[in-house]
């Protein structure tokens, strides 16, 4: 993986990186990333694969009706890889495992999470609009996600 400068983000950078929502402060920062394994990352993609399937108790050809096997399917395992890459870049002295992540996406924390967020975007939305004017919040987000996809 490799960093990508993208100017996209800019200005949602300089917003969200010590955005005061009264009693919460968003320190927020959007970076992109090539999805190519350069490098140390193909092993450690590869290791990351093993250890999510060992988790499992499968082969990465099988699938099972157990919750915990119908949430990793071999696409969100995948993002959970690249997830996991990403934060290895963003913090290399830090030991993320795979598989310590999976423990924390139940449907519980991913609906506890999404209510928090959910909250949190309303907010940071109606700063944007007082402060920034222009296009939503939102709308300058997926524009830059827009551009940083397809450049």
């Known amino acids: 993986m490799k960093f990508l400068e993208c100017s996209a983000l800019d200005r949602l950078n300089d917003f969200l990186g010590n955005l005061n929502l009264g009693e919460r402060t968003i320190k927020g920062c959007l970076e992109a990333y090539s999805c190519k394994h350069a490098g140390s990352d193909k092993k450690l993609s590869i290791s990351l694969e093993t250890e999510i ?12 009706s ?47 999470f999404k209510q928090i967020f959910d909250t949190y975007m309303h907010e940071a939305s109606k700063e944007w609009a007082e402060t920034v004017g222009g296009a939503s919040l939102l709308d300058t987000l997926f524009k830059a996600l827009d551009e940083v996809w397809f450049p």
């Open 66 to 112: 157990s919750p915990d096997q119908t949430f990793l399917t071999r696409t969100s395992r995948k993002t959970l890889v690249y997830l996991v890459l990403t934060l290895y870049h963003m913090y290399p002295d830090y030991d993320f495992s795979a598989v310590k992540a999976h423990q924390f996406f139940t449907e519980e924390s991913r609906d506890s």
């Open 53 to 64: 399937l060992d988790y499992l108790g499968k082969s990465s050809d099988t699938d099972s």
